[in-house]
């Protein structure tokens, strides 16, 4: 599964659209992905604060949704763009990747709820393959 | 057994009490067929789904959309049963409709979307647990009877 060029057109517009709130996106999702999903809090145990209002899971939100964006300029070459974060994924940070799958499920639920009209079936549909290519780009070092 | 806290009861049935079934159900079975066109080996005889435009109109991925949401209002009204409230439903998807019982997950995960589009900012990260729990109860009961 790859992305069409058209598709790649509609990620770059939909992304470059709501990214005057991209730190809100990532902050909110991260939270939820630790209300959500309480297993993922493992690898944030080394966090005094692990309150999804608080301040180090909205940070870290604003960091990850920072690199989903330093991927939306890559889409032609993810692979390759992304070699640094999938070294630091694999060997440092050892994310196992099913979770990759359920942060991109909450990064789609927060643009849904923020942009209920924008977020359209078709508009959905390429997010969802770019975050897969993306989650598949992360994973390319592992082993 | 499933145990439901009182803050997950409020919120599922807060979540339904807001849902409109004609809306919303549409809206989330032609979402699915969509993002995950292999589902649309299921609706053969259901006409025109050449496009994300012709599902989206589909009076008959809409009014299929609505029963398949009103399916959820059983489990609703018997949240410490889902089991067995789901045992026939379970022997029709897999003897009858044979459907793959990982489509049920992507289902879900579309309603998902869509409520959350629907409730905006309501939808809290709290309410979401709850209402992925109910759901994620609903999907396995409907596989519990695949053999």
New interface residues.
């Given amino acids: 599964m790859s992305l069409s060029a058209k598709e790649k057109v509609i990620v770059k517009d939909f992304f470059a659209k709501v990214s005057s709130r991209s730190d809100e996106i990532g902050a909110e999702a991260l939270?939820?992905l630790i209300?959500?999903y309480p297993q993922t809090k493992s690898y944030f145990a080394h966090w005094k604060d692990l309150s999804?209002n608080g301040a180090p899971v909205r940070k870290h939100g604003i960091t990850v949704m920072g690199g989903v964006y330093e991927a939306v300029s890559k889409i032609d070459d993810l692979a390759g763009g992304l070699l640094t974060l999938s070294e630091l994924h694999a060997f440092v940070l050892r994310v196992d990747p099913v979770n990759f799958k359920i942060l991109s499920?909450c990064i789609?639920?927060?643009l849904?709820?923020?942009f209920?009209e924008e977020?359209t079936?078709?508009i959905?549909?390429a997010v969802?393959k770019f975050l897969a290519l993306l989650a598949l780009a992360l994973a390319e070092k592992y082993r | 057994m499933v145990v439901w806290t009182d803050e997950e009861r409020a919120a599922i049935s807060d979540i339904f009490s807001k849902l409109d079934y004609d809306d919303v159900g549409p809206k989330c079975l032609s979402r699915c067929l969509i993002v995950y066109p292999w589902t649309q080996r299921y609706f053969g005889a259901f006409g025109n789904l050449y496009n994300a435009e012709a599902i989206m109109n589909n009076p008959l991925i809409a009014k299929h959309g609505t029963t398949v949401l009103r399916g959820l209002e059983r489990a609703l009204k018997n949240m410490d049963d889902i089991k067995n409230t789901y045992a026939e439903l379970s022997i029709l998807h897999s003897e009858k409709l044979r459907v793959d019982p990982d489509n049920f997950k992507l289902l879900s995960d579309c309603l998902t979307i869509v409520i959350a589009a629907k409730m905006g900012t309501a939808f809290t990260p709290e309410y979401q647990a709850s209402f992925q729990k109910f759901l994620s109860v609903v999907v396995s009961a409907l596989g519990r009877q695949y053999h």
């Fill in positions: 939270a939820r209300v959500v999804p499920h789609m639920v927060v849904s709820m923020l209920a977020f079936p078709q959905h549909v969802d």
